[in-house]
């Protein structure tokens, strides 16, 4: 009788997905970074929209801990990118700039080839490679165009995308070539071909492909999905665009990009639950800065700002982060935090030492969203791009501008940072100042040559700005940064 129960028993473990097994065998948690470009805050359904249609990514906000207070380090691609992949403010290895005017050959739109993170910097991939996980980059890259800075150079295994910053979500042909070589569709290193039907669906797809065969082998995967939704150009599917016949315009073909997204994130987490590895998977859903309203039509409601400028709208973002083995579902974290953050969070999480990482400015999460640590991961942030910079000390947050007296909120009592306080707090203005001049003192220069001229600006023509009242393209001109 035992013997007849063990050949049961036995049988039954062979008849076990093998995924079962593997994640008995590997402790370490898998990890998907699914990243978006240029989405506007108020875009998702999980941040109260009723016109978008988001329910992957609402079902990950339930499952998961919605972080709402969550801040890019820059509020344009590049810069931000960098932050992310090196876990440190990118001002302190020079990468302050995104297409940096006067680098770039006159008139043209070409992002430089040598505008990349420096080579010496440790990224994100490297660390965890070092950790035995398979990883891998799909979609947008924008750290660099030269070949030495290519992906597969710099901390991953596979890559499946483009190095520049922006292109068509439909193929090149012949007859309609991309402004910039960098925006062909590559697979691993120099490897061009594009892709058949819509980009954002494709992505999805080749990640899956890459997460099956990291499943079959018991080997930890990281999958960085940097799809280039909902940046320009505007394009979108027609069965996406009949989904929302009541709009018009821009506002209609970035709904129908938005539901791309969402369904392309939803295939990547379905692929986890099909694989039985949805529980041992961190599943981590931003973007890389504010939405710019007044080119993709997109809504970063309720702060005021945009891409490019230092405000609430350019800066904070949406960010979630679900991971079943260790964070309670359906929770919100209050405290403020940083996409820098993410390298060292998910480096602890598998089960690397963060003592050992090098100079990041980010910090490991995890004891914060479970409550063994009450305090704030960051009492101090800093945002930087020429004379214009921004520090955040507790809930006051302190912009400097080039042509104006600086101005002071406390964003709490002020989300849309109308109420400028500076005149009010003297003394805290200038302690604010001396602690941006104290880390500003520690970066590098920007390493490529700028090329700007400060227009003077009109005060009145910036509070207009503020409450909706001029044009698109006036808006787009008065607080720009880049």
Same mark, same amino acid.
Request: neutral net charge; contains cysteine.
């Given at each position: 009788?035992?013997?007849?129960?063990?050949?049961?028993?036995?049988?039954?473990?062979?008849?076990?997905?093998?995924?079962?097994a593997?994640?008995?065998?590997?402790?370490?948690?898998?990890?998907?970074?699914?990243?978006?470009?240029?989405a506007?805050y108020?875009?998702?359904?999980?941040?109260?929209?009723?016109?978008?249609?988001?329910?992957?990514?609402?079902?990950?906000?339930?499952?998961?801990?919605?972080?709402?207070?969550?801040?890019?380090?820059?509020?344009?691609?590049?810069?931000?990118?960098?932050?992310?992949?090196?876990?440190?403010?990118?001002?302190?290895?020079g990468?302050?700039?995104?297409?940096?005017?006067?680098?770039?050959?006159?008139?043209?739109?070409?992002?430089g080839?040598?505008?990349?993170?420096?080579?010496?910097?440790?990224?994100?991939?490297?660390?965890?490679?070092?950790?035995?996980?398979?990883?891998?980059?799909?979609?947008?890259?924008?750290?660099?165009?030269?070949?030495?800075?290519?992906?597969?150079?710099?901390?991953?295994?596979?890559?499946?995308?483009?190095? *520049? #910053?922006? +292109?068509?979500? $439909?193929?090149?042909?012949?007859?309609? =070539?991309?402004?910039?070589?960098?925006? /062909?569709?590559?697979?691993?290193?120099?490897?061009?071909?594009?892709h058949?039907?819509?980009?954002?669906?494709?992505?999805a797809?080749?990640?899956?492909?890459f997460?099956?065969?990291?499943?079959?082998?018991?080997?930890p995967?990281?999958?960085?999905?940097?799809f280039?939704?909902?940046h320009?150009?505007m394009?979108?599917?027609?069965?996406?665009?009949a989904?929302?016949?009541?709009?018009?315009?821009?506002?209609?073909?970035?709904?129908?990009?938005?539901?791309?997204?969402?369904?392309?994130?939803?295939?990547?987490?379905?692929?986890?639950?099909e694989?039985?590895?949805?529980?041992?998977?961190?599943?981590?859903?931003?973007?890389?800065?504010?939405?710019?309203?007044?080119?993709?039509?997109?809504?970063?409601?309720?702060?005021?700002?945009t891409?490019?400028?230092?405000l609430? *709208? #350019?800066? +904070?973002?949406? $960010?979630?982060?679900?991971?079943?083995a =260790?964070?309670?579902?359906?929770?919100? /974290?209050?405290?403020?935090?940083?996409?820098?953050?993410?390298?060292?969070t998910?480096?602890?999480?598998g089960?690397?030492?963060?003592?050992?990482?090098?100079?990041?400015?980010?910090?490991n999460?995890?004891p914060?969203?479970?409550?063994?640590?009450?305090?704030r991961?960051?009492?101090?942030?800093?945002?930087?791009?020429?004379?214009?910079?921004?520090?955040?000390?507790?809930?006051?947050?302190?912009?400097?501008?080039?042509d104006?007296?600086?101005?002071?909120?406390?964003v709490?009592?002020?989300?849309?940072?109308?109420?400028?306080?500076?005149?009010?707090?003297?003394?805290?203005?200038?302690?604010?100042?001396?602690?941006?001049?104290?880390?500003?003192?520690?970066?590098?220069?920007?390493?490529?040559?700028?090329?700007?001229?400060?227009?003077?600006?009109?005060?009145?023509?910036?509070?207009?700005?503020?409450?909706?009242?001029?044009?698109?393209?006036?808006?787009?001109?008065?607080?720009?940064?880049?």
């Amino acid at each position: 009788m035992k013997f007849f129960k063990l050949a049961i028993f036995s049988t039954l473990l062979l008849c076990l997905p093998t995924s079962f097994a593997i994640a008995q065998k590997n402790q370490q948690p898998n990890i998907v970074f699914l990243f978006a470009d240029d989405a506007g805050y108020a875009d998702f359904g999980f941040h109260g929209s009723k016109i978008m249609k988001t329910p992957n990514l609402d079902k990950l906000a339930q499952q998961g801990v919605l972080f709402s207070q969550a801040y890019v380090t820059d509020p344009t691609c590049g810069p931000s990118r960098a932050g992310i992949i090196t876990g440190k403010y990118q001002q302190k290895f020079g990468f302050e700039e995104n297409n940096v005017p006067g680098y770039m050959s006159k008139n043209s739109a070409k992002d430089g080839n040598e505008m990349g993170v420096p080579v010496e910097e440790i990224t994100m991939g490297e660390y965890l490679q070092q950790l035995g996980y398979a990883t891998a980059y799909y979609g947008k890259w924008h750290l660099g165009g030269a070949d030495k800075f290519h992906p597969t150079k710099n901390g991953f295994d596979e890559f499946y995308g483009f190095r *520049g #910053g922006a +292109r068509s979500f $439909f193929p090149y042909t012949e007859k309609n =070539k991309p402004h910039d070589d960098l925006n /062909y569709l590559e697979r691993g290193f120099g490897h061009y071909k594009e892709h058949e039907g819509y980009l954002t669906d494709v992505l999805a797809e080749d990640a899956v492909d890459f997460i099956e065969r990291k499943t079959k082998k018991g080997q930890p995967f990281f999958a960085f999905v940097s799809f280039n939704a909902v940046h320009t150009p505007m394009e979108a599917t027609e069965e996406d665009l009949a989904q929302f016949p009541e709009l018009t315009g821009d506002r209609k073909i970035v709904a129908a990009m938005t539901l791309a997204l969402d369904r392309a994130s939803g295939l990547i987490m379905d692929k986890l639950k099909e694989l039985g590895i949805e529980d041992n998977t961190i599943v981590v859903f931003s973007n890389d800065n504010g939405g710019p309203t007044d080119k993709n039509a997109s809504d970063n409601a309720p702060y005021s700002g945009t891409k490019s400028n230092h405000l609430e *709208g #350019g800066l +904070r973002v949406p $960010f979630i982060v679900k991971w079943p083995a =260790k964070f309670k579902a359906n929770t919100t /974290y209050q405290y403020p935090v940083m996409t820098l953050d993410l390298l060292p969070t998910f480096y602890a999480a598998g089960g690397g030492d963060t003592t050992k990482l090098k100079a990041v400015d980010g910090v490991n999460l995890i004891p914060y969203v479970t409550g063994e640590n009450a305090n704030r991961p960051h009492e101090i942030m800093y945002w930087k791009k020429d004379v214009r910079a921004t520090i955040r000390v507790g809930d006051w947050k302190l912009i400097r501008f080039p042509d104006r007296p600086a101005e002071l909120y406390y964003v709490p009592n002020d989300i849309k940072e109308v109420n400028n306080l500076a005149a009010q707090y003297p003394e805290k203005v200038k302690s604010m100042f001396k602690q941006l001049f104290a880390w500003e003192s520690t970066l590098e220069r920007p390493r490529w040559l700028l090329q700007r001229k400060f227009e003077n600006y009109d005060i009145e023509r910036m509070d207009k700005y503020r409450w909706g009242k001029l044009d698109a393209k006036s808006r787009n001109n008065e607080l720009s940064v880049n």
